[in-house]
């Protein structure tokens, strides 16, 4: 099912800000005992406790063979290709957090300079 993808940052929910800047903070859900292979497996579901992404790990042997994630919409990007790197993803990820931090947040402190 194709999901609603965002057009710019400004458009981003902060939990999704949040989630891309600082990592998404897993929740376990439940596991299932299964079978890959003949070989005993254990798939794992998690879910965000900030956004209503959700991750399914398939684990055999201790090993991770395979992860799928289901993001919310507005999580992706659209055409993501063209937003730039990774890196500079993440950047303008962080500053339009830490705008919105700054501006609306109760908890966010102005430090002094150090010297």
């Known amino acids: 099912m194709s999901k609603v993808r965002v057009q710019r940052y400004g458009d981003m929910a902060t939990e999704h800000l949040e989630c891309r800047s ?15 292979e003949r070989r005993k ?3 794992l579901h998690l879910r965000c406790m900030r956004c209503p992404a959700r991750r399914r790990d398939m684990i055999v042997a ?20 063209s937003w730039g ?20 947040a109760g908890k966010t402190k102005r430090l002094r300079a150090v010297k």
């Open 22 to 36: 600082w990592q998404h903070a897993w929740e376990h859900e439940v596991t299932f005992v299964t079978t890959v």
């Open 85 to 104: 790197s990774r890196a500079v993803v993440n950047a303008n990820v962080r500053t339009e957090l830490m705008e919105r931090l700054v501006a609306g």
């Open 62 to 81: 201790g090993v991770v063979v395979s992860r799928v994630y289901d993001y919310p919409d507005g999580y992706l990007l659209d055409d993501a290709k």
């Open 41 to 43: 497996a254990y798939e």
